[in-house]
Nanobody, 123 residues
């Protein structure tokens, strides 16, 4: 499967942004999806994940209550809606896919990665 992330940009603190990750292939609903981010000089960190069929979600504590992950299996797309953005949310955001059931919070568990989209939050 190929993943294409989009929607990043420059916003002010407190603003909202919705990213998208479009996937190729015909079995998108069979993939668990995740979002990660990587700030300059830091390791890639987990943001949110969602299962394929039942759409069970899981969030990092740092974004819980501000970010919402959802997916549209008919459009082969997963969306993180990011609200109340903070400067510390500034990072390159990556989507990832794993052909499995469940939520997976570590990067090594994923099989496919998108190219990343930059989100910059100014104070």
């Amino acid at each position: 499967v190929q993943l294409q992330a989009s929607g990043g940009g420059l916003v002010q603190a407190g603003a909202s942004l919705r990213l998208s990750c479009a996937a190729s292939g015909r079995t998108f609903s069979s993939y668990a999806m995740g979002w990660f981010r990587q700030a300059p000089g830091k390791d890639r960190e987990f943001v949110a994940a969602i299962t394929g069929g039942y759409r069970i979600t899981y969030y990092a504590d740092s974004v819980k209550g501000r970010f919402t992950i959802s997916r549209d299996n008919a459009k082969n797309t997963v969306y993180p809606q990011m609200n109340s953005l903070k400067p510390e949310d500034t990072a390159v955001y990556y989507c990832a896919a794993k052909y499995s059931v469940g939520v997976f919070p570590t990067p090594n568990e994923y099989d496919y990665w998108g190219q990343g989209t930059l989100v910059t939050v100014s104070s």
